[in-house]
């Protein structure tokens, strides 16, 4: 078959004999199937078994899928789906990062991948790398320095223990004069 060869074209064999044929897969290949004349591969080796009638050999090739790791580095305060995964040359892979409590993701890099969410996906892998992931500790609110008593006043009646979780905030019965601080 194509991506690869059989040692020989042909052999004339006695009846009742057997023959071998070395097959050798092209670079990045290997061999799928070899059939007829009633015999077994081992390793490379293909042979026949006991010939008593003329019969024909028959091999396939397929490509080698070619994998490569993603392992993981991972800082204090979280924890990640995986600590490496082994992934199919050209594709990619998704890893969850869970914060510890009161933390969030600080920063992820590494083969070429993006965060959304909590979920860091690599770019297209061809060659072994590491996805890196470090974590912060929230902001509470209790640890902004505020230029403006006032803007102070107004996020410490809110209630909101942490910055990020300040989705509106109504300070219009305030006067304000800096929002410096968040």
């Known amino acids: 078959g194509d991506n690869g060869s059989i040692s020989a074209s042909s052999a004339t064999v006695n009846q009742g004999s057997s023959t071998s044929f070395t097959l050798t897969p092209a670079t990045n290949y290997e061999i799928d199937t070899v059939t007829g004349c009633g015999g077994s591969l081992s390793g490379n080796e293909y ?4 010939i ?3 019969c024909t050999v028959s091999a396939t090739f397929k490509a080698i899928t070619l994998t490569h790791t993603v392992s993981t580095s991972l800082g ?5 789906s995986a600590s490496s995964a082994t992934v199919n040359q050209g594709s990619s892979t998704s890893f969850t990062l869970t914060p510890a ?19 860091y996906t690599t ?3 061809s060659a072994a790398c590491t996805v890196s992931a470090t974590f912060k500790a929230r902001l509470k609110t209790s640890d902004v320095v ?10 410490i009646e809110t209630d909101t223990e942490f910055v990020d979780e300040l989705a509106y905030l109504d300070c219009s019965y305030q006067l304000i004069t800096s929002a410096s601080g968040l």
């Not at 042979?47 to 006991?50: V, W």
């Not at 204090?76 to 990640?80: Q, R, T």
Request: aromatic share 6%.
């Open 76 to 80: 204090d305060n979280g924890s990640i």
């Open 146 to 155: 505020f230029q403006d008593d006032n803007f102070k006043q107004c996020v």
């Open 123 to 125: 770019g297209a892998i």
């Open 47 to 50: 042979t026949t078994g006991a």
């Open 101 to 119: 409590t009161n933390y969030e993701i600080d920063a992820v890099t590494g083969c070429g991948g993006s965060l959304s969410g909590n979920e």
């Open 52 to 54: 008593s009638a003329a």
